[in-house]
Every structure is written in C-alpha cells, then in structure tokens.
T-cell receptor
Framework: DADVTQTPRNRITKTGKRIMLECSQTKGHDRMYWYRQDPGLGLRLIYYSFDVKDINKGEISDGYSVSRQAQAKFSLSLESAIPNQTALYFC????????????FGDGTRLSIL | GNSVTQMEGPVTLSEEAFLTINCTYTATGYPSLFWYVQYPGEGLQLLLKATKADDKGSNKGFEATYRKETTSFHLEKGSVQVSDSAVYFCALSDSTSGTYKYIFGTGTRLKVLA
C-alpha cells in the first residue's frame, strides 16, 4: 500500500461546485502539504500543516481551504470551483526534523468545466 | 527570498548518452538540496539529496554535488536509458528561516530515445 494516498485520482466537475480532495498517510509524519502542479510552473504550495492544530497558508491559498482531521489526514476543499483551478494536485508529508525530503502521493487530476 | 532555477526542457537524448540537468539556487541560510523524479501518472519520488556543501548525492546512476561556491546542484548520469524518461525537479529546503518550506524548480522533461 502507498504511504501517501490521495482520493480521488481523477475528478471532473462543473464551475461553482464544492470539491474535497483527501489525503491520508501511514508514514507517521507530523507535517503535511498541498501543492498544485501546472505545466511550466512547477509545484506551488497551497497550504501546509505542521500538526493538527497548526495550519498555514502557502503562496496560492485563495479559493482553497483545508482541514487537518488527524495526524494522518489532511483534506483540501475548493468551496466554489472555477476553471483556472484545473490542475494536478499533490499531497506530501515530511518528518518534523528540518531539511528532510518530502513524500508525495500520486496526485489528483482535477478538471473544472 | 529562496529560489530554484533549473534548465528548461525538454531534453532529448539517445540511449547511453551523458545527461546533465542544471540547477542553481538562492538561499539565505544553509539549505538541503534534492532532486525528485516524476514518472507519468505518478507523484514525485526522491531521487537523491545532499545536506551540506561538497556532499554528493547518488542513486540509480544519477549524481549531484552540492556546490556552495557556485550555488549549484547539477544532476548528471553517465549513460541514460529509455526508462529514465521522466520529469526531474530540483528543490531546496531551508530550515534556518524556521519555516521548513520547500522550494521547487519548474521541472525539466527528459526524453530518451532508443
């Protein structure tokens, strides 16, 4: 089984709909992250959480919200989806010790029509 | 602020050719440096890392040396295979700012032809 699991893997929806992307991990890491990937732009950080009570905005948090339900679960919501939120979304985790590598899920491909 | 710049792709090589993908960085502290690889339909996987100046990270025939004097971490492989076709990301993590955030380059697509 994957250490970092994202659901769904693919989603097509319409403008204005509320969408939730879920992430769960079995690595026991405290730190979790949500990124979006767009062609030519690399990965951009949406939100990150260092523990259940600590949630922080990343560089592109507008239009998104998150919930850290438990150490192992971190969900991303689009309250009212718009077409320019069409992208590949990744969840990642890392150890609490600084400068350790991140571990990524396989991504959710989201299309908003 | 911190940043990572890597060469634009795509890079197209014949099998057994030598590979270099350039990566330079700016950082205010003492970052760790990483190369990740992304195969089609998958997430990013750690390829190699280096945590201090002059460290050499290596894995699966790939190497990169942390050069503080040139602020570079170029990825090299002596003989690429078709199976190396993927997107490669250079990244840094700087803990001295206290935030432990990660900065990624824009990715370089490598295509290896048989």
């Amino acid at each position: 089984d994957a250490d970092v699991t994202q659901t769904p893997r693919n989603r097509i929806t319409k403008t204005g709909k509320r969408i939730m992307l879920e992430c769960s991990q079995t690595k026991g890491h405290d730190r979790m992250y949500w990124y979006r990937q767009d062609p030519g732009l690399g990965l951009r950080l949406i939100y990150y959480s260092f523990d259940v009570k600590d949630i922080n905005k990343g560089e592109i948090s507008d239009g998104y919200s998150v919930s850290r339900q438990a150490q192992a679960k971190f969900s991303l919501s689009l309250e009212s989806a718009i077409p320019n939120q069409t992208a590949l979304y990744f969840c990642a985790t890392s150890d609490f010790r600084g400068n350790q590598p991140q571990h990524f899920g396989d991504g959710t491909r989201l299309s908003i029509l | 602020g911190n940043s990572v710049t890597q060469m634009e792709g795509p890079v197209t090589l014949s099998e057994e050719a030598f590979l270099t993908i350039n990566c330079t960085y700016t950082a205010t502290g003492y970052p760790s440096l990483f190369w990740y690889v992304q195969y089609p339909g998958e997430g990013l996987q750690l390829l190699l890392k280096a945590t201090k100046a002059d460290d050499k990270g290596s894995n699966k025939g790939f190497e990169a040396t942390y050069r503080k004097e040139t602020t570079s971490f170029h990825l090299e492989k002596g003989s690429v295979q078709v199976s190396d076709s993927a997107v490669y990301f250079c990244a840094l993590s700087d803990s001295t700012s206290g935030t432990y955030k990660y900065i990624f380059g824009t990715g370089t697509r490598l295509k290896v032809l048989a």
